[in-house]
């Protein structure tokens, strides 16, 4: 690798970087201005909600509890592990897993260039991720504590001190995390099962950590401001290092901490932070250039399957190519298969965790709408995937028009694949449940009629929101895969078929819990009366297979015709 | 075989018409060639009537069956290579070839058979049980052109089809053409491979900005033969006295060795049009 560095390569790699991500000055139409206006208003709005919440939180904490300098601890632990996983996927898909490394290389420019150009990059999407995590919480804890002027301007020290230290993790933690993925490529089923483990072992983790925080505080039964939660929270916040150091610096000196203490975290905080950026510096300019070669010559390395030739039925074979193309991508793998196999996992933590809570303070009654909710929640996220199943087609849409078979059976076969996935796992979900809170040990919130009416509902809105998502995705397409020949990022229609689906989950939820406590009278009429859940399952039945008709008939009238408009 | 009547296209938020009133018809046992220069509108005619693309006027008939109204007949009687050759690259070749033979309903004696035949003869034995994905650009043409090929489809349509391929594949490409329209079958193909057409085809038709301009026989007129260099540079705009000359010389030097250069460039005409 050549040693020298051309600031000026580094300054258009950055620039094409730059119009890559942010578009040219290729006038745009109007249409996509207004989109991408909205979507920035929505962003903005989504912002502005969430600083909200933060503000409620620290004026509620803090004033009930009286313990500002721990707040500060648990926010700086929650801003900087954030940051930090952030910071490590911009690495991993900026440097590594961007796919233009390759034709980046064919350019009169170095490796150490393009590490260079790509790094200033992601350093400066870290900066704005720190200051729009940072800023916030910074100045929400200063008007809500009446911090002094000062505060201000040693919060402003603190977080340019902090930046680096999520950017320097990052990138040491993403060269054993691309080397792993580089071993393991082609080991598909081995991937999956991994995958499966990985995602229900962290939910596992995440849900037993969250219960046993809500276990201790109803077994002490003092709420989130008893002296025993107060002792746990000052218990944590003290060992939380090297958190508690940013919270000392920024703010210790003002609650009674010594100045002593905060000379020292200024210290303790730049030797990790030297340290953590001198090591990845070496680390990465002495790894950078031999991780994407390898990447790039093994990015053709592909597995040898000796089979005889073996005869299916049309839909068979059509069955048989979907799977394996979603199967042998790790992507897709995880979007889809590993979430889906997930799922009951999922549902049976939140469900138990949503229960407990929605027991102790509403009662029972809550339990059968939470479930239904849960589960199509789930549902939604797993069907959503078959959004792009057109999409995903990119080069080889053309197959599809050639193909001596009608457009209707094609997408009934994708139809039937993500139906049984669904469905495969809205059994599981249910089963699992059904296990859970039927029994005497579930206090039997849960009786048999309840679990009936909530997989056929389920299954029914799994069934349609499928429906829905392939046929958003025959309207319009896009065909626009990166890298491996994948689609890395959600398009519109996933995100679509994505917020149908927790809407109806949440409308669905929201009705059987509140019509097991309510009566739903029309004029002189009742329709339903006070704890009758076999009106409530009926009339969401009746709705959900109006709803199921509908997407059915979305999906498939006129098929054939709006299919064949679709030009790649 | 094929029949395009006054087939027009217009492409969705253009004002170009990429097609305007094509008409031909291919004769069972024939190898068609054609021509034009880029952007002239031959790969969406062939996009057209292989189905890939719908069509604002005019009609389509394969072997008889119309394709908008009798599509998956019309398709069932052809096989496409495309220019691009894309193909399902996380599916190992024989998987693919296996996918696409289930798709026309190939027997399993007929795809053992035919896909032990093409291996052998497109030399592709080391690679087929691997992923695509690790295949070259010539290699995955050669896995394009088996898998248009294990139907035996009446009508072998390719768009520019040996773009990317050996010599050595090149020859059995063009022995496998001859030996398909042999049987009766027909081979429409786009290219701008002039001399390849004027060894190959039987006929060929020139379009130029979505017109279709000429369409002569190649074989028994010698004069047509001869021709075809300078009637494609005229119809296509594109002729130039000095540079057609020097075309012709350096094909006669390259491609016929055992002939003497022509200084006359078979009495072509000057002038620029």
Known sequence: ?568 | MLKVTDLKKVYPKSDRVAVDGISFELRPGEIFGFLGQNGAGKSTTIKCLTGILPFDGGSIEVCGYDIQRDPIKAKMNMGYVPDNHSVYEKLTGREYVNYIADIYRVSKADRDARLDKYVELFKLGFAIDKQIKSYSHGMKQKICIIAALIHEPKLWVLDEPMMGLDPQSTAEIIAYMREHCAKGNTVFFSSHNLDLVKRLCHRVAIVNEGHLIDCFDLVGNEENKANLEERFFKITGTYEKRLFEDYVAQEQAEMRPDLPVDDGANGAEGGEI
């Not at chain 1, 258009?12 to 991408?36: D, H, I, N, Y």
């Not at chain 1, 107060?230 to 919270?247: C, D, L, Q, S, V």
């Not at chain 1, 479930?371 to 995937?385: A, E, G, N, R």
């Not at chain 1, 669904?422 to 859970?436: C, D, E, Y």
């Open chain 1, 1 to 568: 690798m050549n040693d020298k560095i051309s600031w000026l390569s580094v300054r258009s790699l950055l620039r094409l970087e730059m119009r890559a991500r942010f578009g040219s000055k290729v006038e745009v139409p109007v249409g996509k201005r207004v989109v991408k206006g909205l979507g920035i208003v929505f962003s903005l709005v989504i912002y502005a909600l969430l600083v909200t919440g933060i503000y409620f939180l620290a004026a509620l904490f803090i004033e009930r509890s009286d313990m500002p300098f721990e707040f500060l601890v648990l926010a700086m632990t929650f801003v900087i592990v954030l940051t930090t996983l952030v910071a490590i996927g911009n690495v991993v898909k900026n440097l590594y897993m961007s796919g233009d490394n390759e034709l980046l290389l064919r350019f009169p420019v170095s490796g150490k260039e393009i590490l260079i150009s790509k790094s200033i990059y992601c350093f400066i999407h870290n900066v704005v991720i720190n200051l729009l995590l940072f800023v916030p919480v910074c100045v929400i804890y200063g008007v809500v504590t009446s911090a002094p002027v000062g505060y201000y301007f040693v919060a402003i020290a603190v977080i340019l001190l902090a930046i680096p230290l999520p950017y320097a993790i990052a990138n040491l933690l993403a060269i054993p995390v691309m080397m792993v993925m580089n071993l393991v490529k082609n080991q598909f089923l081995l991937v999956l099962i991994f995958l499966i483990a990985a995602i229900c072992g962290v939910f596992i983790l995440y849900m037993t950590a969250l219960g046993g925080v809500l276990d201790y505080m109803r077994d002490e039964s003092a709420g989130m401001f008893s002296e025993s939660v107060m002792e746990m929270y000052r218990n944590i916040t003290g060992a939380a290092y090297p958190f508690r150091w940013y919270a000392l610096l920024l703010g210790g000196w003002f609650v009674g901490h010594s100045a002593l203490e905060a000379g020292l975290s200024f210290l303790f905080i730049f030797l990790i932070t030297a340290a953590l950026g001198v090591g990845a510096y070496f680390v990465t300019t002495r790894t950078y250039y031999k991780i994407i070669l390898t990447g790039i010559e093994t990015e053709k390395a592909s597995f040898k399957k000796n089979i005889p030739n073996i005869t299916r039925s049309v839909f068979g074979t059509l069955l048989h190519r979907e799977f394996f193309l979603i199967l042998r991508s790790f992507n897709y793998s995880f979007q889809y298969l590993a979430m889906a196999f997930a799922a009951p996992v999922m549902v049976y933590y939140c469900n138990d965790l949503a229960a407990t809570m929605g027991r102790n303070t509403l009662g029972a009654a809550i339990v059968p709408g939470l479930t239904l909710m849960v589960i199509v929640i789930f549902s939604s996220i797993i069907v959503s995937f078959a959004a792009t199943s057109i999409s995903r087609e990119d080069n080889a849409f053309y197959h599809t028009k050639i193909i001596p078979v009608s457009y209707t059976t094609q997408v009934l076969a994708k139809l039937l694949l993500y139906g049984a996935v669904g469905t495969a796992s809205v059994v599981l979900s249910t089963v699992v449940v059904a296990a859970a809170f039927s029994s005497g040990d579930g206090l039997e919130m849960l009786n048999s009629l309840d679990i009936g009416c909530i997989f056929i509902i389920s299954e029914m809105l799994t069934l349609a929101l499928t429906c829905l998502a392939i046929a958003a995705d025959v309207k319009s397409p896009t065909f626009n895969v990166s890298g491996d020949g994948e689609m890395v990022s959600a398009n519109k229609n996933m995100v679509l078929a994505l917020v149908v689906g927790m809407a109806i989950a949440a409308l669905f939820g929201v009705f059987t819990m509140v019509f097991s406590f309510l009566p739903l009278t029309i004029g002189d009429a009742t329709i339903i009366p006070i704890g009758e859940r076999n009106n409530i399952y009926a009339i969401l039945g009746v709705l959900s297979a109006l709803i199921l008709a509908g997407s059915v008939a979305a999906l498939f009238v006129g098929l054939e015709k709006r299919y064949q408009r679709i030009a790649p």
